[in-house]
């Protein structure tokens, strides 16, 4: 009997600490900028077609592991307010036969409080590079909040950053893609 009841104790506890996956998929809702330097001006792009879904593993609201993410930025739905740059980005990015700038989650590095450092495997332009991103994960109950800022060369992605006006304007090299995105259950 004390056999028993110890097991069914035990049992309860383990069933307590069980870790829970769930799936998500991203919402409409969820926002991307690019954010770039010029010769002329700095400037900013708007994303307006992001997709994706995750797998995310978590101990009551903390994550502890991502089995699988994928967040899909459409190349030709970056929006500057200006039709030229915006062609000369679909161009840059060779938006015909890579429609997508892609980041696939490979691993979690860390998890401090709500600070979230992953590794995957990013695409720009058809080259992929292993890329560490960190940023705020917030388990909401029914949908998780992530915001990150990430820097990137486009010279390490094989890009040519872009020139106008016959070279005298000349695109920095360096972007950031700052972005917010919402998961919600499916």
Excluded: R
Excluded at 7 to 27: K, M
Excluded at 109 to 121: H, L, M, N, W, Y
Excluded at 164 to 185: Q, R, S, Y
């Amino acid at each position: 009997m004390k056999l028993t009841k110890t097991f069914f104790v035990a049992l309860g506890v383990s069933l307590c600490t069980t870790l829970f996956a769930q799936d998500y998929t991203v919402a409409k809702s969820s926002t991307a900028k690019i954010i770039g330097t010029s010769t002329l001006h700095d400037w900013e792009s708007d994303v307006e077609d992001i997709s994706g879904s995750a797998t995310l593993e978590f101990d009551g609201t903390t994550l502890k592991s991502i089995p699988s993410m994928e967040l899909k930025f459409a190349v030709e739905s970056i929006e500057s307010g200006k039709s030229k740059m915006n062609s000369i980005t679909y161009e840059t990015l060779k938006s015909k036969s890579n429609p997508h700038i892609i980041y696939k989650v490979k691993s979690v590095k860390s998890v401090e409080g709500d600070q979230v450092t992953v590794s995957g495997d990013l695409t720009i332009a058809g080259q992929t590079k292993t890329t560490d991103m960190t940023g705020k994960l917030v388990n909401k109950g029914s949908s998780v909040q992530i915001t990150a800022k990430k820097k990137i060369d486009m010279t390490q992605f094989g890009i040519e950053p872009p020139t106008a006006m016959l070279g005298t304007i000349v695109v920095g090299k360096d972007i950031d893609l700052d972005f917010n995105i919402t998961l919600t259950k499916k």
